[in-house]
């Protein structure tokens, strides 16, 4: 039986979403961030040294880090599979595989750093401090974000938008297990409204991941992705 150590509200959704397209059995041992830092709790350093979500057990096996566990159980459970998840893993040498290996990497190697990095920006202003300082957090976020953040993040989005448009999916038109690496980016990146609007092709990507039933049952067993 794999057991998902679930952080709530965290990337470890994506895990859940792929078990429930394979169809394999798992149980979920749940996890709740701090109420005050909003961070893991120190429960999770008993299952990986990192402390961090998502991590998965397999028998004797722990796997941690996204993309390490979607290969895995692709690797591992998808090998079989049918249908419209026949190419969770392309085959290798096609476009298909090229483009599956680069979002891959992408979502985590690039898209998130600067989605995190927003998050991180705009909370900092909210957080304690002497009141004479908080105009200066706020000034010196807002310009971080301005010149830095904000334009990577338009970047980013502009190019996902573009590679929608002509792509089902990630990887073409298949599901593969980019879909599932780049989910948790995908709702980051669209969560404030106006984006929806600006972004139809990203929009209705989402649309289209989120009426899959196995993500909508991955989300009722996983609870919310984002933090509110």
């Not at 690797?75 to 049918?82: I, N, P, S, V």
């Not at 040498?93 to 920006?121: C, I």
């Not at 948790?184 to 609007?197: D, K, N």
Request: aromatic share 8%; glycine share 6%.
């Amino acid at each position: 039986m794999i057991t998902v150590h679930h952080l709530e509200t965290s990337r470890s959704q994506r895990v859940l979403w792929l078990l429930e397209e394979l169809g394999v059995p798992y149980e979920i041992k749940r996890y709740q961030r701090d109420p005050k830092t909003r961070l893991a709790p120190a429960a999770l350093k008993a299952i990986h040294p990192l402390g961090k979500s998502p991590v998965i057990t397999d028998g004797d096996e722990t796997v941690a880090e996204s993309g390490a566990i979607l290969e895995y159980l692709v690797e591992r459970y998808g090998a079989q599979a049918q249908g419209e998840l026949a190419h969770l893993q392309p085959a290798p040498g096609t476009a298909q595989h090229r483009q599956s290996r680069f979002w891959m990497h992408y979502a985590e190697g690039s898209l998130m750093n600067w989605l995190v990095m927003k998050l991180v920006f705009v909370t900092i202003p909210t957080q304690p401090m002497p009141f004479f300082v908080r105009p200066i957090a706020r000034q010196l976020c807002a310009q971080v974000q301005a010149k830095l953040i904000d334009p990577n993040i338009e970047t980013a989005m502009a190019f996902m938008e573009a590679h929608l448009g002509s792509h089902l999916w990630f990887a073409g038109e298949q599901l593969s297990m980019a879909d599932f690496q780049m989910s948790f980016a995908v709702e980051a990146a669209l969560a404030r409204g106006a984006e929806v609007a600006r972004f139809p092709k990203l929009a209705a990507y989402r649309v289209r991941m989120q009426a899959r039933p196995a993500y909508q049952r991955a989300l009722a067993k996983g609870g919310p992705v984002l933090m509110s």
